[in-house]
């Protein structure tokens, strides 16, 4: 038998031609359109942008990341290049390989329904003034969060630097963001999204996830209707509209949503061939996780639509990295998670807050911001039930460069105190490193979380809880300074899809941040008092949505007679916790426990020897024969 060598993959995957580069202007008027980009229209509104920004120091760093990205991607050709000429037989196996593995892990029984509330914050303020419904407005100073669809026809658009907007619709009126009374209509909304799934996803504080397949069983009703009748009742009970997509997973829902706003839905079919279809012409920006750079690097290689990532497949993991080729060929299965979960039982990776400001070089002024930002961070840290054994300081340089420095702890913490008394070693060695070092953000994030609420299974019989070898993933014996480190060395296991899309929102997210900023550089606009307001909107903004509430208690038509015949409210005290007014710890609701208990903690010698005699003794194990305790 005669063997002859495999012929190089290129010539067993389709030849796609990666696009001409194009004019280095063109690339930038493309970057600077910041969270803009995926709006309709935006040709016009990119030559405006670059114009009214060019000579500003937003621009000067906007034409250096540029030009880093450009140099970036030209890397990635040359590598390209390279592969195209050896043999990648193998990978395009594995590649083939990995396709049908997840061709086995396709549901198609389930309806994942996204929602989208349309211009949320704009349509809010119509409710109290319904003369703006008429004219051109936006919500939002220094970039606005939202515009209504008179200011879209403008090209004015969210994630837009406001004196663009002016420059674009000179009558656009602007007003200033009201947290609460979007805080307040957003809950209405929630309380109907609980009648057809209890267990919801909240995504933001305007869009959800749903899971209406139970519903539709029970009710024996087709999606398209019951989304129907859910748009209705959230139109008649809240006077706003939403849009909304509907398919087999999560990924399609959110891409479907935007197919028919405002006060629309779309619903893509639980089946593979239609699926496909759908995902073939899609471009790949459409797709959530995929940011502005990461769409450059893909159109460079050839790959614009989500089509065209399987004739490049045995490329994506040599060109991109093994996390981006999982991702990449989901998005090309139109494969995507199908559980929908209420947000807070999702595991919090972090906690963080940050601030932006005037330019800011004064060493007091920069530690006393340090230190109101810790004591931010430890209401964070509190809210969210919080410890930190990693703590990021991360600040943002006059000339838009952003630094960021980690520090391991030696404990988990949680205190203003501590937060400050650890994150200042590592601003005064960025002093050092950077003479008369000018900051206009800053920013405090604990990472490698420890939760600090009591779980069953950490606590003994005494309501304490167990101890370790360990305090907080160190070892008791190791007394150590906090470590400062360059880079995160936290190894988190994370789906491709939940890493990319929390990449596109810090990418969106900065984007905000310096388009706030090139406003504020704007003369012709702002004087040095506007630029207090739109910091002051800035921060806030950066805060709100983010916290995470519980879901709305299901209304079900048996509720009322269920409460007036006495059923269903032992399972509602079981719940109940009361706390004990010597430990502190919460007890289960009932009266002769709650007794029994408070009597025992009245016990303080009895304490202090369970304590002692529960405590491992260095050097021998415990022997649980000779710890016997009886109460009678």
Not at 182 to 204: C, G, H, M, N, W
Not at 225 to 230: I, M, N, P, R, S
Request: charged share 30%; proline share 4%.
């Amino acid at each position: 038998m005669t063997s002859t060598a495999a012929p190089p993959a290129a010539n067993l995957i389709e030849s796609v031609q990666p696009q001409a580069e194009t004019n280095e202007h063109d690339t930038l008027k493309y970057h600077l359109l910041g969270p803009s980009l995926t709006k309709a229209g935006q040709d016009s509104v990119s030559g405006v942008i670059y114009n009214a920004s060019k000579g500003s120091k937003f621009f000067n760093n906007e034409e250096i990341k540029d030009k880093n990205l450009t140099q970036k991607i030209e890397r990635i050709l040359t590598r390209k290049r390279h592969l195209e000429r050896i043999d990648l037989t193998s990978d395009l196996r594995r590649a083939d390989e990995y396709i049908a593995e997840l061709e086995l892990s396709r549901d198609l029984t389930q309806t994942v329904v996204h929602i989208d509330c349309d211009a949320f914050y704009a349509a809010v303020e119509e409710l109290d003034r319904p003369e703006l419904k008429h004219v051109p407005m936006a919500v939002g100073k220094g970039v606005l969060t939202t515009c209504n669809y008179h200011a879209r026809k403008f090209g004015c658009r969210s994630g837009m630097a406001g004196f663009v907007a002016m420059k674009l619709c000179p009558n656009l009126v602007c007003l200033p963001l009201n947290f609460e009374k979007y805080t307040a209509k957003a809950q209405e909304v929630r309380e109907i999204l609980a009648d057809y799934d209890p267990r919801f996803e909240s995504a933001s504080i305007d869009e959800a996830y749903l899971n209406i397949t139970q519903y539709c069983e029970e009710k024996q009703m087709d999606p398209d209707d019951v989304v129907t009748q859910l748009r209705n009742e959230v139109s008649e009970k809240t006077k706003i509209t939403i849009s909304a997509g509907i398919a087999a997973n999560a990924k399609i829902a959110k891409i479907a949503s935007n197919r028919n706003k405002p006060n629309g839905q779309f619903r893509v079919a639980n089946d593979r061939t239609t699926i496909l279809a759908f995902m073939r012409d899609l471009p790949t920006r459409k797709v959530n996780g995929v940011g502005r750079v990461f769409e450059r690097e893909l159109d460079a290689i050839g790959v614009k639509t989500c089509g065209d990532i399987y004739s490049h497949r045995a490329y994506l993991s040599k060109l991109f990295g093994e996390k981006a080729f999982r991702f990449l060929m989901q998005c090309y299965l139109g494969l995507g998670r199908t559980s929908i979960q209420p947000a807070e039982e999702y595991e919090r990776k972090s906690v963080g807050t940050e601030s932006t400001f005037r330019d800011m070089s004064s060493k007091t002024e920069l530690r006393a911001k340090l230190r109101w930002i810790a004591e931010e961070l430890e209401k964070d840290l509190e809210r969210t039930h919080n410890k930190g054994r990693t703590l990021v300081l991360k600040v943002k340089l006059h000339t838009y460069e952003v630094l960021t420095r980690q520090a391991v702890l030696p404990k988990a913490v949680r205190a203003a105190d501590d937060l400050y008394t650890y994150a200042l070693p590592m601003m005064t060695k960025l002093e050092r490193e950077i003479p008369g070092m000018k900051l206009r953000l800053m920013g405090l994030r604990c990472t490698h979380l420890v939760s600090t609420i009591q779980k069953g299974g950490d606590i003994d019989f005494f309501g304490m809880r167990r101890r370790t070898s360990s305090t907080d993933g160190v070892t008791c014996a190791t007394k150590r300074k906090a470590t400062t480190l360059e880079t995160d060395t936290g190894e988190w296991e994370v789906w491709p899809e939940e890493e990319f899309e929390q990449a596109a929102r810090r990418e969106l997210q900065d984007d905000m941040i310096e388009l706030e900023r090139l406003s504020q550089e704007d003369a012709h606009n702002y004087h040095h008092g506007h630029q207090h307001q739109d910091i002051d909107e800035s921060n806030r903004r950066r805060k709100h949505g983010r916290e995470i509430l519980p879901n709305p208690t299901r209304k079900t038509d048996n509720t009322p007679h269920d409460a007036e015949d006495g059923e269903g409210l032992e399972d509602e005290q079981e719940e109940q916790h009361w706390s004990c007014p010597i430990c502190a710890r919460p007890q289960a609701a009932n009266d002769r426990a709650f007794n029994d208990h408070i009597d025992f903690c009245l016990s303080r010698q009895t304490i202090k020897d369970a304590v002692r005699d529960t405590s491992p003794t260095p050097g021998r194990p415990p022997d649980g024969k000779k710890r016997r305790f009886f109460f009678g």
